[in-house]
């Protein structure tokens, strides 16, 4: 079911259909954005915040697809652009740094980046579950809605240290 086709004729479809693309998102986020993250961090405490979120990101994909495979039978998955471009975005912004500090500079903004379009999608489908009547997906969409705000609000809070440490000019 492709969000652009005329088969989307209804507030549930376009939920599950969504929460197709998210299914997707957060394993693209979990398999390669966060692993080249933590890869690439030099500061130890980015380096532990990326960790800690990638563990709380397998746990996205998981409640995702627990509510999928019992809503559809099976899970199905469709391509997230949004996120594969932002991570193509954050891989060619890496190549560019040339120092270790703007580098973790530019991983805490690309994370930031991550985190609002998350924050902005399980927002949406929290809205759609609760108008559908589907109180249980509310609660599970709302628990990895904190948790994304949370993982938000500990690189902001880092990006105001690390980027004193980037030279200037
Ligand atoms: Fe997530």
Redesign the pocket.
């Known amino acids: 079911m492709g969000i652009f086709s005329a088969d989307v004729n209804s507030l549930r479809e376009l939920y599950l259909t969504t929460m197709e693309h998210a299914l997707n998102?957060?394993r693209q986020?979990a398999e390669k954005g966060l692993p080249a993250m933590i890869e690439k961090a030099t500061n130890p405490q980015l380096k532990t915040a990326f960790s800690r979120?990638l563990e709380?990101?397998k746990q996205?994909v998981m409640r995702l697809q627990a509510i999928l495979d019992a809503t559809e039978g099976e899970a199905t998955e469709a391509k997230c652009k949004v996120t594969a471009a932002l991570i193509g975005e954050a891989e060619s912004q890496v190549k560019d740094a040339a120092n270790e500090e703007i580098r973790d500079v530019v991983l805490i903004a690309a994370g930031n980046q991550v985190?609002h379009h998350?924050i902005a999608v399980?927002g949406t489908l929290r809205t759609w579950a609760e108008l559908l009547g589907e109180s249980e997906h509310a609660a599970i969409l709302d628990k990895?809605l904190q948790?994304?705000e949370n993982?938000d609000a500990v690189l902001t809070e880092l990006a105001e240290r690390l980027s004193v440490a980037a030279p200037v000019a």
């Open positions: 998102s957060e986020i979120h709380e990101t996205h985190e998350e399980y990895t948790e994304e993982a």
